[in-house]
């Protein structure tokens, strides 16, 4: 039982460039989702997958895109990086109507955009 | 608006030394508040949860107090362990009703030196 798998753990981008942060998990949530953590700063949602076929956008969608492949998989794409992306990302799961509703998190990845 | 505040932003004590990290809040209405454990480099771990008519919760060496009248928390720390050196994050679930976000504090990053 791996939990919140996150690929890849570093990744270094130019300007302008794409990639995908790839999610996955084994706990058969319900919810996922993706957040970026700054210096100083809180978490930021900025895509929820509430179930299967679903996604909405969070506090800071603006230059990414996400696609909820399947129960286990949640992918965020940044289609043309910029320097104000570089931060680290984490996807998190939970099953909900569950009266404690715990978020598990991935390990996270570390994108830096030059 | 709804946001959580955490004091003090960093900490460093001695190994064996007690420590105790604030939380205020101003999300109303919520259902639960719950402290992460965040290790250099990993994703946020659950310590403890509680939801808005619980006012204390241990969990090991970590003790967790709620007072919802005054909109704060608190984490005790005892004995502290190099291993408890850390980043320690307090997060405030909205009600469901008010669409179940979670808001994050920022953080009280805790260095255990021998």
């Known amino acids: 039982n791996a939990g919140v798998t996150q690929t890849p753990k570093f990744q270094v981008l130019k300007t302008g460039q794409s990639m995908t942060l790839q999610c996955a998990q084994d706990?058969?949530?319900?919810?996922m989702y993706w957040y970026r953590q700054d210096p100083g700063m809180g978490l930021r949602l900025i895509y929820y997958?509430?179930?299967?076929?679903?996604?909405d956008k969070g506090e800071v969608p603006n230059g990414y895109n996400v696609s909820r492949l399947n129960k286990r998989e949640f992918s965020l794409r940044l289609e043309s990086a910029a320097p104000s992306q570089t931060s680290v990302y984490f996807c998190a799961s939970n099953r909900v109507r569950t009266p404690y509703n715990e978020q598990f998190f991935g390990p996270g990845t570390r994108l830096t955009v030059l | 608006k709804n946001q959580v505040e955490q004091s003090p932003q960093s900490l460093i004590i001695l190994e064996g030394k007690n420590c105790t990290l604030q939380?205020?809040?101003?999300?109303?209405?919520?259902?639960?508040l719950r402290w992460y454990k965040q290790d250099t480099g990993r994703g946020p771990v659950s310590l403890t949860i509680m939801t808005f008519s619980e006012n204390t919760k241990s969990n090991g060496r970590y003790t967790a107090t709620l007072d919802a009248d005054t909109k704060q928390s608190s984490l005790h720390i005892t004995a502290s362990q190099l291993s408890d050196s850390a980043s320690y994050i307090c997060v405030v679930t909205l009600a469901e009703n008010q669409g179940g976000k979670l808001i994050f504090g920022q953080g009280t990053e805790l260095s255990v030196k021998p």
């Open positions: 706990m058969n949530h319900n919810s």
């Open positions: 997958s509430a179930s299967e076929g679903t996604t």
């Open positions: 939380c205020n809040y101003t999300v109303s209405p919520f259902s639960n």
